[in-house]
């Protein structure tokens, strides 16, 4: 490893940015936590960092959901190589195009149709992201994404994203339409309160382009759930 460069640090870990086999990569690296049982946490660490592997190649794979490809697992440090991708976050993306007023748009359309296609396609392999935002989804190619969200109902074969989703370190297998459900709900909050401008229609057009996408037998149920979700979420925030 060279030219090593830590870019982001937070409770979990840190991610470096550094060149790896003469390619450009990230690192997510664990903390060790010291308030538990040494042995429990070395096994707990582990189980976490090669769940997170397996869940990029499962999205990837599986889903047909862009993701970093893995290139080294180091179970004696918790660290994590992947692949950089030199691209926006949806987050900066949005803040950048949707403009003082909160002008809405086709690409921003096209945007939200592939966050929720690529959510639905998580969720039809029982792939649980766990930390669904803006800031973990990356505008990759905006032509693709919009000729995409034209075409993906006229093709049989899963049509590409111009969408990379990231960090699945909160990643989790279910059937259970109740967390995929909770997955949405995480994801809704995100944009309502980063994006509260073109919140409402960033949210309808991703729950509508997740209900297109999905098979009607993953779709209803969680749908419907959602609304559960929703409504036990507003008595909290009332109860405080």
């Known amino acids: 490893m060279s030219g090593i460069e830590i870019i982001k640090q937070g409770a979990e870990g840190r991610l470096y940015r550094h060149q790896f086999l003469g390619t ?5 690296e664990r903390f060790k936590k010291t308030y538990r049982h040494p042995t429990l946490d070395a096994n707990l660490t582990r189980s976490r960092l090669m769940q997170e592997a397996r869940a990029l190649r499962k999205a990837r794979l599986q889903a047909h959901v862009p993701t970093p490809r893995v290139l080294f697992v180091d179970p004696e440090t918790s660290t994590l190589v992947m692949e950089e991708i030199a691209a926006p976050t949806v987050r900066d ?20 149709d592939q966050i929720g296609m690529a959510v639905a396609r998580l969720h039809g392999v029982d792939l649980i992201h766990g930390d669904l935002t803006t800031s973990n989804m990356l505008v990759t190619d ?6 995409t969200a034209t075409a993906s109902s006229t ?28 997955d949405l709900y995480v994801l809704e909050r995100a944009i309502k309160s980063t994006h509260p401008k073109v919140e409402k229609d960033m949210v309808a057009r991703v729950l509508a382009a997740y209900e297109r996408e999905a098979t009607t037998a993953v779709a209803a149920p969680v749908l419907a759930k959602l609304d559960e979700v929703r409504l036990r ?8």
């Open 155 to 182: 093709t049989k074969s899963p049509a590409l994203l111009g969408l990379c989703m990231i960090d699945f370190g909160l990643a989790a297998t279910s059937t259970l339409a109740e967390d995929k459900a909770v």
């Open 233 to 240: 979420g507003r008595k909290r925030s009332m109860v405080g």
């Open 24 to 28: 450009a990569v990230l690192s997510k």
């Open 142 to 147: 905006l032509y693709l994404a919009t000729a």
């Open 93 to 112: 993306w949005v803040l950048t195009h949707s403009g003082a007023a909160g002008a809405h748009s086709t690409d921003l359309d096209a945007v939200c």
